[in-house]
Structures are given as C-alpha cells and as structure tokens.
T-cell receptor
Framework: DTAVSQTPKYLVTQMGNDKSIKCEQNLGHDTMYWYKQDSKKFLKIMFSYNNKELIINETVPNRFSPKSPDKAHLNLHINSLELGDSAVYFC??????????????FGPGTRLTVT | TQLLEQSPQFLSIQEGENLTVYCNSSSVFSSLQWYRQEPGEGPVLLVTVVTGGEVKKLKRLTFQFGDARKDSSLHITAAQPGDTGLYLCARPSTLGRLYFGRGTQLTVWP
C-alpha cells in the first residue's frame, strides 16, 4: 500500500507546453504539500493545502497552479513550461500544520525535464 | 528564511567506518528533523529532536541537538552500504512548512 503516490514518475516535455502532476495520499491526512528539488538536491516548499484550502504559496510563479479537489488529492498544473522548471517535484502530506514538528510523508517524486 | 548549513556536502567512506554530519544555523529552533532520501525516492523522516542537548538513537545512528538549539549532528557507527543516501536536516516552521538544508550525500562502499 503506497501512502503517497504521484503520477507520472517521469515527464519530458518541450518549452511552452502545459503539464499536470497528480498526487494522492491514503493516510487520511488533512495537509498536503508540493516541494521542488533542483539539480543540486535542494528541496524547497512551494505550496500547502489544508482541508482543500491553500495555506502556503511560497512566492512561486503564477504559471504554477495547485488544485485540491478533496483532502486526499493535490494536483499541480504548470503552464508555459520553462527550462528552469526542470526538477523533481515531490508531493507530501502530514497529519496537521502546527509547529509541533509533524512528520511529513513524501511521495516518490516526479522528474520533470523541459527541453 | 533562516538558513540551515549542512556539512560536509559529500562524504564517501568504506563500510565499517564511522562518520558524523552536521547541520548548523545562526538561529534558535524549536525543533529539528532529519530525513534520509534514497535515489529515486522521497525523503523519509528519521528523527525529530526538540530539547536542547537531546540525544536520540536509532540503531547505529545517533542524533544530537545542540544545547543552544542552533545545531544538530548525526553520527553513524560502522556504516553499511545500506546507509548510502542524501541526509537532510529540516526546520519545521509555521503552517507545517519545512525548510531544508542542502543535504549531505553519503556513499558507503562495500
């Protein structure tokens, strides 16, 4: 049983295209996140949703639009893809959002390559 | 954002050796987490440290939170090839945010 799953695992596309990445968690968590890991393995938070509401938008370009149709799903749509968008995108979930160091469970990642 | 500096950036050792990796900041943290990321996978939480001076052990891994809660270390005893991976420290923040260090890439050779 996969706790946090993402599709696709790999995505290769050309500049200017629009693409989506999907994420699902079966942990019953209320909070879901998108992170971006660059080529130097630096992992940086992009967005967070709590009970389907956007609570964090970490100065991400508006070409990136997350959507949460329900608590178990968080998708990421990217418009007008640029070379700099090439990275591994991770979805994660956690039980809560308090500053009490909740464990985050990460998906396996989606490697996006923009050519 | 309050930066987390991890060192060394890369570490390549033989099986059976001991090693320590570090996570430092100029700021005081309420807590710190350590994650391990294996190739092609997402990070997995190893431990959360909360109290200054706290020491936690996970089999051959020993985690320490500095007395002033500005730094942390991870010591691995008798490293094994299965310990190979990217070790990340992370600072929990408001609304569930995690701010990560840049990681230490550990390779343990048989």
């Amino acid at each position: 049983d996969t706790a946090v799953s993402q599709t696709p695992k790999y995505l290769v596309t050309q500049m200017g295209n629009d693409k989506s990445i999907k994420c699902e968690q079966n942990l019953g968590h209320d909070t879901m996140y998108w992170y971006k890991q660059d080529s130097k393995k630096f992992l940086k938070i992009m967005f967070s949703y709590n009970n389907k509401e956007l609570i964090i938008n970490e100065t991400v370009p508006n070409r990136f639009s997350p959507k949460s149709p329900d608590k178990a799903h968080l998708n990421l749509h990217i418009n007008s893809l640029e070379l700099g968008d090439s990275a591994v995108y991770f979805c994660a979930s956690s039980q809560g959002t308090g500053r009490g160091s909740y464990e985050q469970y990460f998906g396996p990642g989606t490697r996006l390559t923009v050519t | 954002t309050q930066l987390l500096e991890q060192s060394p950036q890369f570490l390549s050792i033989q099986e059976g050796e001991n090693l320590t990796v570090y996570c430092n900041s100029s700021s005081v943290f309420s807590s710190l987490q350590w994650y391990r990321q294996e190739p092609g996978e997402g990070p997995v939480l190893l431990v959360t440290v909360v109290t200054g001076g706290e020491v936690k052990k996970l089999k051959r891994l020993t985690f320490q939170f500095g007395d002033a809660r500005k730094d942390s270390s991870l010591h691995i005893t008798a490293a094994q090839p299965g310990d190979t991976g990217l070790y990340l420290c992370a600072r929990p923040s408001t609304l569930g945010r995690l701010y990560f260090g840049r990681g230490t890439q550990l390779t343990v050779w048989p």
